[in-house]
């Protein structure tokens, strides 16, 4: 007796296993058509690229198919620019009457679309669709973003899971030595002669200008000010010489980007920096390099309270590290942002 009941739960647990793997054979989630466009605290989808000096930059934008089992099939997705949500993400993230602070469509002149179809082939399930920038002369001082959108069509299912068939692409342009910097070293003094208790802000971002140039605002000019575009200071780095460690050490060029007569821009001290790369302490394929950039000048802020200009005094240094992949052998994707 005990060995039919034996045989009854073995035939009822081999059953039990067929059962559940013919479950897999189906599929279990929906196949729906999206791009691979993770946005950012800042509501877009930061697309790093490298500043050439004739402008020219790709970026393949991965557009992906979900669901448990292999696509069977080809799936041609139709792709164009979406000229309304960008308005509507303003609107949501800035406050009013500060239109000076939107995101702004990157104007057609920037970009190039060869096709606006990208088909993901039978057995695969990411295709990548090409984006050619002709970024000449564009001024960075605008935060300028392409908006692409899937497009709706009968051959597929959009995955409209918080609007993952959008992609706002934000245009991050850089060198070597744009990036956000520390800058708690970076001392601002009203300029009375005295020195005393500077303000300080405890990071910056430094945008790209050209392959060796550079701006940030002056002081502690607050990056949303609505002037903040007549204080922007240029830093152009200069050729330099190797020292003992291995670092680059040489002279920088500094100046006010928009020149402003009330702004009375003046360098009054040595401007420099130390470049230096070196193997990471823990983990030997990360490199750091390290970018330092001592400043001295003064700076009249006129537009804070225009009665009562203020003269201010900036001197001291800010720091940027940039960690590299070396296992990437191509250094613009072996940055770790």
């Excluded at 550079?214 to 020292?243: C, H």
């Excluded at 940027?320 to 994707?333: C, H, K, S």
Aim: hydrophobic share 35%; glycine share 6%; charged share 20%.
């Amino acid at each position: 007796m005990k060995k039919i009941t034996y045989l009854a739960l073995a035939l009822l647990t081999c059953l039990g296993f067929t059962s559940c793997n013919d479950e897999w054979s189906d599929e279990l989630y929906e196949q729906m058509v999206s791009f691979k466009s993770q946005v950012g605290s800042n509501g877009v989808y930061d697309v790093y690229m490298r500043y050439h000096a004739d402008g020219s930059a790709r970026y393949e934008l991965p557009v992906i198919v979900s669901g448990s089992k292999q696509n069977s099939h080809d799936i041609t997705v139709n792709i164009g620019v979406d000229n309304d949500t960008l308005a509507i993400l303003n609107k949501v993230k800035f406050a009013v009457n500060r239109e000076d602070l939107w995101y702004k469509q990157l104007p057609e002149q920037y970009y190039n679309l060869d096709t606006t179809t990208c088909t993901i082939p039978a057995g695969k399930d990411v295709a990548l669709f090409p984006v050619k920038f002709n970024l000449e002369g564009i001024d960075l001082s605008d935060e300028w973003v392409l908006p692409l959108t899937i497009e709706p069509s009968s051959n597929y299912k959009l995955n409209t899971r918080k609007g993952w068939y959008k992609a706002l692409m934000h245009v991050k342009l850089f060198n070597d030595f744009s990036g956000t910097y520390s800058t708690n070293t970076l001392n601002t003094y009203i300029d009375d002669g005295q020195e005393k208790d500077p303000a300080t802000e405890s990071s910056r971002e430094a945008k790209v200008i050209n392959d060796s140039t550079i701006f940030m605002y002056a002081g502690t000019i607050w990056n949303e000010d609505v002037n903040r575009k007549v204080y922007e200071v240029a830093i152009q780095i200069l050729p330099g010489s190797v020292n003992e460690d291995g670092a680059i050490t040489g002279p920088v060029k500094v100046w006010l980007r928009h020149p402003n007569a009330k702004v009375n821009f003046q360098v009054t001290g040595s401007c420099s920096y130390y470049y230096k790369a070196q193997p990471h302490e823990t983990k030997p394929n990360i490199e750091r390099r390290q970018m330092t950039i001592y400043l001295d000048y003064k700076f009249t802020d006129y537009t804070t309270d225009p009665a009562n200009p203020l003269r201010y005094h900036v001197k001291g240094n800010m720091s940027m590290e940039r960690l590299y992949n070396l296992l990437i052998p191509d250094t613009d994707q072996a940055i770790l942002w």
